[in-house]
């Protein structure tokens, strides 16, 4: 049995003090959770997050992480960064990273083995945009984007996969129970291609695309769907503790 992830992805929202607000506000409703709770934070709130979630459940990510070590990359952040302050886990590619700032297929594989060498554990996103979903390009784009993406990955139970609809993000559109999990299960067969059926199974897909409080139960009810990569509804403790117990 994969344990659930529920990790919320804040985007660029909350300063530090709102955001250890947030996790103050969030303890106590997610402190029973079944799942694993995980709440990726802008950098600069990364100190305060962390002695927020302290004694708690909730465990601490990041939104993006770079290559290299160290160096001249004025704006990045590297993994010893982020470790010291006790991040566990750390989203890889998401799609408005792609879209805004020029992220690739071979960028998100450089970052994800920098992050699996480091000890963190990578959410590596994938999705399609609405046009590739209309002309049936949806396996194509996710074939290439694991296939690239997770090149030379000798970790690969450490990895947890976010399938996120480019369409279904920020919209109020998501794609029904039926279609996310049948396009994640093309997303496990791909996995069991490239590493093992065995490893394949054993592997999180979370689903990505508006997941909230009142479609979550319907989602998480599928059998490929492990998770999901909370945007806006993670900001709100009542509807993502709503999401944490999807099973109540």
Request: with cysteine; proline share 4%; net charge negative.
């Amino acid at each position: 049995m994969r344990t659930p992830i529920i990790a919320g992805n804040w985007k660029m929202n909350n300063t530090a003090k709102e955001g250890a607000a947030l996790v103050e506000a969030l303890k106590p409703l997610v402190k029973d959770a079944a799942c694993d709770v995980v709440v990726c934070v802008p950098a600069i709130d990364i100190p305060a997050v962390a002695q927020a979630v302290q004694g708690s459940n909730i465990r601490l990510g990041a939104q993006n992480v770079h290559f290299a070590q160290k160096g001249a990359f004025t704006g990045e952040i590297s993994a010893d960064m982020l470790l010291e302050y006790g991040v566990q886990y750390v989203i890889i590619g998401h799609s408005e990273r792609r879209q805004y700032f020029g992220e690739t297929d071979e960028t998100v594989n450089k970052r994800v083995l920098r992050a699996l060498e480091a000890g963190l554990l990578p959410i590596v996103c994938v999705g399609e945009t609405l046009s590739e979903r209309e002309t049936g390009k949806t396996e194509a784009v996710l074939l290439k984007s694991l296939t690239e993406g997770l090149k030379d990955v000798q970790s690969p139970e450490k990895l947890i996969i976010a399938y996120e609809p480019v369409w279904a993000i920020g919209t109020g559109k998501t794609a029904t129970a039926e279609q996310a999990n049948e396009t994640i299960g093309y997303i496990r067969s791909v996995l069991a291609k490239l590493f093992s059926p065995a490893i394949a199974q054993t592997i999180r897909i979370q689903y990505g695309g508006s997941m909230n409080a009142g479609n979550c139960k319907q989602l998480m009810s599928m059998p490929e769907i492990d998770g999901g990569l909370i945007g806006g509804a993670s900001l709100k403790p009542m509807d993502f503790s709503a999401i944490v117990h999807f099973d109540k």
